[in-house]
């Protein structure tokens, strides 16, 4: 589906009625279609549909974004009564080289086929005519590729062969679980990439800080981005001013959004230094 229809499509309000994180993953749209590996919303619902909810969401781990995501799925397929977690974070190596790490070899208990799933929560945003993430050397054409083309094929390379499939067995399936948002400009301006976008991906609105002057966004912490909470319950004060860091932010209304520092998808902002700028 292309960029316009989605915005056309979608509403914007993230119509978060929980944040538990589990339920969030749960319901969260994938990002992608058009390839056998990813998911589609259909095999989402048919595994929400037999999933325990954990019980504890209490989790010590790294902090960043990524691994609090792939342990949200570790323990939603602990509790799955149709799968079962073989291995995780399988690092391959060849002649003393890390090829990479499978984040999940999974046994579905219906078919006995031993899966391969790769997981990832990204958020990215349209500019001019591609997806850079917060951070704009994150770009969703190429995490796309990277995760089909070299993640999911690490289960069948030689190496794999070699020394993991003796003990955990041949991979039958692979999975991409690609989930997040997309967040298109305020004036619309930008449409994105042509790549192949999940017609019921979850959507947003982004602006750069100096846009601010007539919103009324109150930000949201890094766990929170999975599941934001209502804006009602939110205590944090409203984003005003310049930022120097993106900000995911919701409003009255519950639509979410992307807040920008000004110099973004630069690195760093431009700073002068006598008559001659610098960057």
């Known amino acids: 589906m292309s960029s316009n229809q989605l915005l056309q499509n979608q509403p914007l309000n993230h119509k978060q009625s929980s944040p538990n994180p589990f339920e969030a993953v749960l319901h969260l749209p994938p990002l992608l279609t058009g390839h056998d ?40 397929i602990l509790e799955h009564p149709h799968y079962d977690l073989v291995a995780e974070e399988l690092q391959l190596h060849d002649n003393k080289q890390t090829l990479g790490a499978i ?15 790769e997981v990832a929560i990204k958020f990215y945003l349209a500019w001019e005519q591609s997806w850079p993430g917060p951070n704009a050397k994150d770009n969703l054409d190429k995490k796309a590729k990277r995760m089909l083309e070299h993640q999911l094929a690490l ?8 020394q993991l499939s ?4 041949q991979v039958a399936v692979r999975r991409l679980i690609m989930q997040g948002r997309l967040f298109y400009p305020e004036d619309q301006t930008s449409q994105g990439s042509g790549i192949s976008l999940n017609p019921g991906a979850s959507i947003g609105r982004w602006c ?10 109150r930000p949201l912490t ?3 981005w999975i599941a934001p909470p209502p804006f009602s319950t939110l205590a944090t004060p409203p984003l005003t001013g310049v930022i120097s860091h993106p900000a995911m932010a919701v409003d009255a209304q519950e639509n979410l959004w992307f807040v920008m520092p000004d110099h973004w998808p630069a690195q760093q902002p431009e700073h002068r230094l006598g008559h001659q700028m610098v960057k």
């Open 37 to 76: 590996y990813i998911i589609d919303q259909d095999w989402l619902a048919q595994f929400r549909q037999s999933a325990n909810i954990p019980a504890d969401s209490s989790y010590q781990g790294n902090p960043r974004l990524g691994f609090y995501y792939q342990w949200l799925w570790q323990q939603l």
């Open 103 to 117: 984040d999940f070899l999974v046994r579905n208990l219906m078919t006995g086929e031993l899966e391969h799933w």
């Open 155 to 162: 289960s069948d390379h030689m190496a794999y062969q070699q």
């Open 166 to 169: 003796p003990i955990f067995g």
């Open 208 to 217: 750069y800080s100096h846009q601010l002057q007539d919103k009324i966004l």
């Open 222 to 224: 890094k766990r929170e």
